[in-house]
């Protein structure tokens, strides 16, 4: 099976084009937020990243920095062929200087920065050119592994697009009115 393989550097290339980016929370604070140091999980299969910043608005006397710490999984999304920062997690938002009585109120935003700041931030782009020869196989992006060098995409059979589209088949056993004869059915159904 072929494999596309996505270097640190591509990676960091990438996220740059994304920041320094400014947030704004609550009202409070207005975060910006400089280019992310990368670090490679592997062994958790995931990315972590230290996204030094500058904090600034009423709720301070005077511009502080410091840092947001978090991890995330990837994701390929195939409407546009890229990887995306998915299922985050926020460990911690440090502001220089403040008083130990606003710990809780920064535990409690750090979770909102990080999802406006990181949240499926697209981390790479695969070109046609990357995905010619899978295509051609009938392959589609499959597992994305971290490595300490940065990431393999495996990739897998496509899945059949046959059923796309389509309208579930009516239950044999229902009648038109929508009850079956028996206890009326509940419940919700969900996409895969």
């Known amino acids: 099976m072929p494999r596309y393989a996505v270097s640190a550097r591509q ?10 980016v400014r947030e704004r929370l609550a009202g409070l604070l207005e975060i910006t937020l400089a280019q992310p140091q990368l670090r490679f999980l592997p062994e958790q299969n995931r990315l972590g990243a230290v996204l030094p910043l500058e904090a600034s608005g009423p709720a301070l006397r005077q511009p502080r920095n410091g840092s947001l710490d978090l991890d995330f999984s990837l994701r390929y999304e195939p409407a546009d062929q890229t990887l995306r920062a998915h299922r985050l997690r926020v460990h911690a938002l440090r502001i220089e200087g403040l008083a130990p009585r606003h710990t809780e109120l920064l535990d409690s935003l750090g979770p909102l920065l990080g999802r406006q700041a990181f949240g499926e931030v697209v ?10 020869l899978a295509d051609g196989l009938g392959l589609e992006p499959g597992e994305i592994t971290v490595t300490a060098q940065g990431l393999v995409i495996g990739f ?8 796309a ?9 229902r009648r038109d009115d929508g009850h079956d004869g028996q206890a009326e059915r509940t419940g919700h159904v969900e996409k895969s």
């Open 11 to 20: 990676l960091e290339r990438a996220l740059a084009q994304r920041f320094p």
């Open 123 to 132: 981390l790479h782009r695969l070109q046609p050119k990357d995905l010619a």
């Open 156 to 163: 897998v059979p496509k899945r059949s697009a046959s059923g």
């Open 165 to 173: 589209g389509q309208r579930p088949q009516p239950d044999p056993g």
